[in-house]
């Protein structure tokens, strides 16, 4: 995705716009999500530890919304390493698939790539500079002993870390545009 300058749609300011594709998004991943339960049937029963794959420490104990936004968007950055990692992955395995499932995974990538250059244009300045390409820094094993079975549960987990911090995007974001907007609703 070129990187391009930002422009209002029809009355909706820069951080309007960020909190709607971050709603869009979050609704996206739980689609997602459920169609690959639908696929793989057996994680009906599973419930994943609740340790997290993707962390944004802050630096101080109360940030700022632009430094949460900041540490957003490196969370976001993780989340879309990890979703390059799944597909890959995969495809490795099971090739290119033509399915509802593969047309949302693609869907979600784009708009996080989207996500990712809107949170950069909110916050960005002359002294930072914000990455946009995946974070590749996975520490989790995606393919270790567990095999396809534990490849597949990793997946789940993965799938899991985009609704959570989609829904935190739409959450930090409202909160940016409210200060940034006064009380106009995004």
């Known amino acids: 995705m070129a990187e391009q300058e930002e422009q209002p749609i029809a009355g909706r300011s820069l951080t309007g716009q960020a909190v709607a594709l971050a709603r869009l998004l979050h609704h996206e991943c739980t ?31 109360e940030p700022s919304t632009e430094e949460q936004v900041h540490l957003l968007h490196s969370a976001l950055r993780q989340c879309l390493g990890l979703l390059h990692r ?66 597949k549960l990793w997946t789940y987990r993965v799938l899991l870390e985009l609704i959570h911090w989609s829904d935190h995007a739409a959450k930090t974001l409202h909160v940016l545009h409210t200060e940034r907007e006064g009380a106009e609703e995004a």
């Open 86 to 151: 799944v597909i890959q992955k995969e495809e490795e395995e099971w090739g290119k698939l033509e399915d509802e499932y593969e047309s949302m995974r693609k869907n979600v990538r784009a708009r996080l790539e989207h996500l990712l250059y809107s949170t950069k244009g909110l916050v960005e300045t002359d002294g930072t500079n914000l990455e946009v390409t995946p974070d590749n820094q996975c520490n989790e094993e995606t393919d270790g002993s567990g095999g396809v079975f534990g490849f």
């Open 31 to 61: 689609s997602l999500l459920r169609l690959y339960t639908e696929r793989e049937t057996f994680l009906s029963s599973y419930t994943p530890d609740g340790k997290r794959l993707v962390s944004a420490s802050p630096e101080s104990e």
